[in-house]
Protein backbone atom coordinates (compact mmCIF):
# COMPACT_ATOMS: atom_id res chain seq x y z
CA UNK A 1 0.00 0.00 0.00
CA UNK A 2 1.16 3.49 -1.09
CA UNK A 3 2.46 5.06 1.79
CA UNK A 4 2.09 8.77 0.37
CA UNK A 5 -1.77 7.99 0.09
CA UNK A 6 -2.63 5.23 2.78
CA UNK A 7 -6.26 7.12 3.32
CA UNK A 8 -6.85 6.92 -0.41
CA UNK A 9 -6.13 2.89 -0.35
CA UNK A 10 -8.13 2.09 2.89
CA UNK A 11 -11.32 3.39 1.47
CA UNK A 12 -11.76 0.42 -0.96
CA UNK A 13 -11.43 -1.68 1.79
CA UNK A 14 -13.80 0.26 4.26
CA UNK A 15 -16.97 -1.36 3.39
CA UNK A 16 -14.99 -4.66 4.81
CA UNK A 17 -13.88 -2.84 7.80
CA UNK A 18 -10.58 -2.49 7.57
CA UNK A 19 -9.08 0.26 8.28
CA UNK A 20 -6.97 2.02 10.92
CA UNK A 21 -7.95 5.60 12.94
CA UNK A 22 -7.26 9.57 12.54
CA UNK A 23 -4.52 9.14 15.25
CA UNK A 24 -2.65 6.21 13.91
CA UNK A 25 -2.75 7.63 9.92
CA UNK A 26 -1.14 10.55 11.21
CA UNK A 27 1.21 9.05 13.83
CA UNK A 28 2.04 6.57 10.75
CA UNK A 29 2.61 9.00 8.25
CA UNK A 30 5.01 10.86 10.26
CA UNK A 31 7.29 7.77 11.46
CA UNK A 32 6.87 6.33 7.79
CA UNK A 33 8.26 9.85 6.37
CA UNK A 34 10.84 9.30 9.02
CA UNK A 35 11.79 5.62 7.92
CA UNK A 36 11.87 7.08 3.83
CA UNK A 37 14.45 10.05 5.07
CA UNK A 38 16.81 8.54 6.78
CA UNK A 39 16.98 4.98 4.54
CA UNK A 40 16.05 5.91 0.85
CA UNK A 41 17.66 5.21 -1.25
CA UNK A 42 20.57 3.69 0.45
CA UNK A 43 18.74 0.43 1.29
CA UNK A 44 15.46 0.16 -0.75
CA UNK A 45 13.86 2.19 -4.03
CA UNK A 46 10.05 1.66 -2.95
CA UNK A 47 8.79 1.84 0.80
CA UNK A 48 5.12 0.49 1.22
CA UNK A 49 2.99 0.37 3.98
CA UNK A 50 2.51 -3.28 4.88
CA UNK A 51 -0.21 -3.57 7.56
CA UNK A 52 -0.81 -4.36 11.36
CA UNK A 53 -0.40 -7.17 13.27
CA UNK A 54 -2.77 -6.34 16.40
CA UNK A 55 -1.68 -7.25 20.13
CA UNK A 56 -3.44 -6.79 23.76
CA UNK A 57 -0.86 -4.61 25.19
CA UNK A 58 0.49 -3.15 21.58
CA UNK A 59 0.06 -3.06 17.96
CA UNK A 60 2.76 -3.94 15.56
CA UNK A 61 2.69 -1.69 12.72
CA UNK A 62 5.08 -3.13 9.25
CA UNK A 63 6.40 -1.58 6.21
CA UNK A 64 8.30 -2.99 3.60
CA UNK A 65 11.51 -1.58 1.58
CA UNK A 66 11.96 -2.84 -1.59
CA UNK A 67 15.18 -2.80 -4.02
CA UNK A 68 14.74 -3.77 -7.56
CA UNK A 69 17.90 -2.68 -9.22
CA UNK A 70 21.00 -5.48 -9.41
CA UNK A 71 18.40 -8.20 -7.98
CA UNK A 72 17.99 -11.36 -10.72
CA UNK A 73 14.50 -12.53 -11.12
CA UNK A 74 13.08 -11.02 -7.80
CA UNK A 75 13.03 -7.64 -6.14
CA UNK A 76 15.16 -8.05 -2.49
CA UNK A 77 12.44 -7.18 0.51
CA UNK A 78 13.29 -5.63 4.00
CA UNK A 79 10.56 -5.24 6.58
CA UNK A 80 10.60 -2.99 9.25
CA UNK A 81 8.14 -2.69 12.46
CA UNK A 82 6.92 0.11 14.68
CA UNK A 83 4.86 -0.46 17.93
CA UNK A 84 1.85 1.86 18.13
CA UNK A 85 3.00 2.97 21.39
CA UNK A 86 5.52 5.01 19.60
CA UNK A 87 5.57 4.55 15.83
CA UNK A 88 9.35 4.37 15.38
CA UNK A 89 9.88 2.08 12.90
CA UNK A 90 13.53 -0.26 12.69
CA UNK A 91 14.49 -3.50 10.85
CA UNK A 92 13.63 -6.64 12.37
CA UNK A 93 16.52 -8.85 13.72
CA UNK A 94 17.48 -11.36 11.27
CA UNK A 95 15.10 -14.64 10.67
CA UNK A 96 15.19 -16.67 14.08
CA UNK A 97 15.45 -20.12 12.16
CA UNK A 98 16.58 -22.23 15.40
CA UNK A 99 12.56 -22.54 16.24
CA UNK A 100 11.07 -22.86 12.56
CA UNK A 101 9.41 -26.10 13.96
CA UNK A 102 7.96 -24.56 16.85
CA UNK A 103 6.30 -21.30 15.23
CA UNK A 104 3.39 -22.74 14.12
CA UNK A 105 3.02 -24.44 17.53
CA UNK A 106 2.13 -20.75 18.97
CA UNK A 107 -1.72 -20.38 18.76
CA UNK A 108 -1.67 -17.25 21.67
CA UNK A 109 -2.58 -14.38 20.84
CA UNK A 110 0.41 -11.17 19.90
CA UNK A 111 1.03 -9.36 23.27
CA UNK A 112 2.76 -5.97 21.99
CA UNK A 113 6.17 -7.05 23.85
CA UNK A 114 8.92 -8.03 21.42
CA UNK A 115 11.37 -9.35 24.51
CA UNK A 116 8.40 -11.33 25.67
CA UNK A 117 10.31 -15.05 25.54
CA UNK A 118 8.04 -17.84 24.47
CA UNK A 119 10.75 -20.37 24.73
CA UNK A 120 14.13 -19.92 26.91
CA UNK A 121 16.88 -21.94 25.34
CA UNK A 122 19.13 -23.68 27.89
CA UNK A 123 22.95 -24.54 26.17
CA UNK A 124 22.98 -28.54 26.10
CA UNK A 125 26.33 -29.01 28.34
CA UNK A 126 28.52 -32.42 27.25
CA UNK A 127 29.64 -35.38 29.39
CA UNK A 128 32.70 -33.67 31.34
CA UNK A 129 31.77 -30.18 29.97
CA UNK A 130 31.18 -28.72 33.55
CA UNK A 131 34.92 -29.95 34.42
CA UNK A 132 36.02 -28.21 31.52
CA UNK A 133 34.37 -25.05 31.87
CA UNK A 134 36.44 -24.89 35.57
CA UNK A 135 39.95 -25.80 33.90
CA UNK A 136 39.30 -22.83 31.58
CA UNK A 137 38.70 -20.58 34.18
CA UNK A 138 41.98 -21.13 35.69
CA UNK A 139 45.23 -19.39 34.80
CA UNK A 140 47.41 -21.32 31.74
CA UNK A 141 49.94 -20.87 29.42
CA UNK A 142 48.78 -19.38 25.81
CA UNK A 143 50.59 -20.23 22.75
CA UNK A 144 50.64 -16.97 20.63
CA UNK A 145 51.26 -18.83 17.08
CA UNK A 146 48.06 -20.83 17.91
CA UNK A 147 44.14 -19.30 16.67
CA UNK A 148 42.52 -17.42 19.23
CA UNK A 149 39.38 -19.90 18.42
CA UNK A 150 39.30 -23.21 17.33
CA UNK A 151 37.67 -24.55 14.17
CA UNK A 152 35.09 -26.51 16.24
CA UNK A 153 34.35 -23.15 18.51
CA UNK A 154 33.99 -21.11 15.64
CA UNK A 155 31.50 -23.70 14.04
CA UNK A 156 29.30 -23.86 17.09
CA UNK A 157 26.04 -22.72 16.95
CA UNK A 158 25.11 -20.15 19.57
CA UNK A 159 20.98 -20.93 21.33
CA UNK A 160 19.21 -18.28 20.71
CA UNK A 161 15.92 -17.47 22.76
CA UNK A 162 12.52 -17.43 20.75
CA UNK A 163 11.53 -13.96 21.43
CA UNK A 164 7.66 -12.55 20.02
CA UNK A 165 9.43 -10.15 17.54
CA UNK A 166 11.07 -13.59 16.29
CA UNK A 167 7.24 -15.10 15.85
CA UNK A 168 5.65 -11.88 14.32
CA UNK A 169 9.18 -11.43 11.91
CA UNK A 170 7.88 -15.36 10.67
CA UNK A 171 4.12 -14.36 10.40
CA UNK A 172 5.23 -11.58 8.48
CA UNK A 173 7.11 -13.23 5.93
CA UNK A 174 4.81 -16.62 5.67
CA UNK A 175 1.86 -13.92 5.54
CA UNK A 176 3.77 -11.90 2.84
CA UNK A 177 4.77 -15.16 0.69
CA UNK A 178 1.11 -16.73 1.18
CA UNK A 179 -0.73 -13.17 0.21
CA UNK A 180 1.16 -11.01 -1.49
CA UNK A 181 -0.81 -10.51 -4.90
CA UNK A 182 -0.65 -7.89 -7.94
CA UNK A 183 -2.69 -7.82 -10.64
CA UNK A 184 -1.20 -10.06 -13.54
CA UNK A 185 0.98 -7.55 -15.72
CA UNK A 186 1.34 -4.95 -13.59
CA UNK A 187 5.28 -6.09 -13.10
CA UNK A 188 7.39 -7.09 -15.97
CA UNK A 189 10.80 -9.27 -16.36
CA UNK A 190 13.64 -6.59 -17.85
CA UNK A 191 16.18 -7.75 -20.46
CA UNK A 192 18.68 -8.28 -17.53
CA UNK A 193 15.74 -10.75 -15.69
CA UNK A 194 15.22 -8.00 -13.43
CA UNK A 195 11.21 -7.79 -12.25
CA UNK A 196 10.00 -4.17 -11.52
CA UNK A 197 6.39 -2.29 -12.44
CA UNK A 198 5.51 -2.35 -15.91
CA UNK A 199 5.02 1.55 -16.85
CA UNK A 200 2.81 0.26 -19.80
CA UNK A 201 0.42 -0.90 -17.74
CA UNK A 202 -3.30 0.68 -17.68
CA UNK A 203 -5.28 -1.83 -15.51
CA UNK A 204 -7.39 -4.98 -15.95
CA UNK A 205 -11.21 -4.47 -17.98
CA UNK A 206 -14.02 -5.06 -15.77
CA UNK A 207 -13.73 -8.35 -16.56
CA UNK A 208 -10.73 -9.58 -15.88
CA UNK A 209 -10.18 -7.61 -12.94
CA UNK A 210 -13.38 -9.87 -11.17
CA UNK A 211 -11.74 -13.24 -12.35
CA UNK A 212 -9.33 -15.10 -9.91
CA UNK A 213 -6.47 -16.01 -12.97
CA UNK A 214 -5.97 -12.48 -13.61
CA UNK A 215 -4.48 -11.98 -10.22
CA UNK A 216 -0.41 -13.50 -9.34
CA UNK A 217 1.98 -13.99 -6.42
CA UNK A 218 4.18 -11.26 -5.62
CA UNK A 219 7.20 -13.20 -4.47
CA UNK A 220 9.82 -15.39 -5.96
CA UNK A 221 8.92 -18.03 -8.43
CA UNK A 222 8.09 -21.42 -6.28
CA UNK A 223 5.83 -23.23 -9.00
CA UNK A 224 7.81 -25.52 -11.61
CA UNK A 225 5.92 -24.63 -14.47
CA UNK A 226 6.54 -20.86 -13.88
CA UNK A 227 10.23 -21.49 -12.88
CA UNK A 228 10.96 -23.05 -16.17
CA UNK A 229 9.35 -20.56 -17.94
CA UNK A 230 11.64 -18.08 -16.69
CA UNK A 231 14.22 -20.17 -18.63
CA UNK A 232 13.13 -19.57 -21.52
CA UNK A 233 14.24 -17.45 -24.54
CA UNK A 234 10.77 -15.35 -24.36
CA UNK A 235 10.60 -15.01 -20.56
CA UNK A 236 11.20 -10.62 -20.87
CA UNK A 237 7.62 -11.28 -23.20
CA UNK A 238 5.43 -12.94 -20.64
CA UNK A 239 3.16 -10.78 -18.79
CA UNK A 240 2.06 -14.20 -16.68
CA UNK A 241 5.43 -15.10 -15.16
CA UNK A 242 4.80 -15.25 -11.77
CA UNK A 243 3.13 -17.50 -9.96
CA UNK A 244 -0.70 -17.86 -10.66
CA UNK A 245 -2.89 -17.96 -6.98
CA UNK A 246 -5.38 -20.39 -8.83
CA UNK A 247 -2.95 -22.87 -8.05
CA UNK A 248 -2.53 -22.26 -4.16
CA UNK A 249 -3.43 -25.09 -2.00
CA UNK A 250 -6.58 -25.50 -0.34
CA UNK A 251 -8.45 -24.71 -3.31
CA UNK A 252 -10.85 -21.70 -2.68
CA UNK A 253 -8.41 -20.05 0.10
CA UNK A 254 -9.23 -16.69 -2.21
CA UNK A 255 -12.53 -14.89 -2.00
CA UNK A 256 -13.45 -11.95 -5.04
CA UNK A 257 -15.99 -9.46 -4.35
CA UNK A 258 -17.08 -6.05 -6.11
CA UNK A 259 -17.20 -2.88 -3.84
CA UNK A 260 -21.01 -0.57 -3.74
CA UNK A 261 -19.37 0.79 -6.89
CA UNK A 262 -18.90 -2.05 -8.79
CA UNK A 263 -15.50 -0.96 -10.09
CA UNK A 264 -13.20 -2.42 -7.75
CA UNK A 265 -12.98 -6.00 -6.71
CA UNK A 266 -11.50 -7.13 -3.03
CA UNK A 267 -9.94 -10.03 -2.70
CA UNK A 268 -9.65 -12.21 0.72
CA UNK A 269 -7.10 -14.69 1.52
CA UNK A 270 -9.24 -17.37 4.09
CA UNK A 271 -6.19 -18.79 5.13
CA UNK A 272 -4.76 -15.77 6.98
CA UNK A 273 -7.86 -13.74 8.11
CA UNK A 274 -7.59 -9.79 7.48
CA UNK A 275 -5.33 -9.88 4.35
CA UNK A 276 -7.01 -8.14 1.49
CA UNK A 277 -6.05 -6.77 -1.88
CA UNK A 278 -7.99 -4.77 -4.26
CA UNK A 279 -7.89 -3.20 -8.05
CA UNK A 280 -9.69 -0.66 -9.55
CA UNK A 281 -10.35 -1.38 -13.08
CA UNK A 282 -8.92 0.06 -15.87
CA UNK A 283 -6.78 2.21 -14.12
CA UNK A 284 -3.19 1.45 -12.09
CA UNK A 285 -4.55 1.59 -8.72
CA UNK A 286 -4.10 -1.80 -6.82
CA UNK A 287 -2.29 -2.92 -3.69
CA UNK A 288 -2.88 -5.24 -0.40
CA UNK A 289 -3.11 -4.82 3.32
CA UNK A 290 -2.99 -7.16 6.48
CA UNK A 291 -4.88 -6.50 9.48
CA UNK A 292 -5.11 -9.26 12.04
CA UNK A 293 -4.13 -10.96 14.68
CA UNK A 294 -1.65 -12.91 12.79
CA UNK A 295 -3.31 -16.15 13.50
CA UNK A 296 -3.66 -18.56 10.87
CA UNK A 297 -6.82 -20.40 9.79
CA UNK A 298 -5.46 -24.17 10.59
CA UNK A 299 -9.02 -25.61 9.91
CA UNK A 300 -9.69 -23.89 6.10
CA UNK A 301 -9.53 -27.25 4.25
CA UNK A 302 -12.11 -28.85 6.53
CA UNK A 303 -14.43 -25.88 6.09
CA UNK A 304 -14.04 -24.96 2.30
Request: glycine share 6%.
Given at each position: MDILDIHQSLKYLQHNGVGLNIEERIQLDLGLQQLLTHQYPKLFEELLYWGKIIGINADYHIAVGIDYSNHY?????????ALSTNFQFKPFPALNDQHKDEYNKIKTLILGVPDKVHKIVEPVKQEGEEQQEENQQQVKEVDPLASSESEDEAAKIVPVNLKEIDRVHYLVRAIENDCHIIPQGSFKLTNAHEVNRN???RGLNLEEAFRMNSYQHFRNVQQKDKKE???????????NFL???TADKP???WSVQKDSSGR??????LQWPGFFAYHKANSKIYGSVYIGEGLKNADLPFML
Open positions: EFPHKKFYYEAFGLEKDDAIFIKDDITGQVAILRN
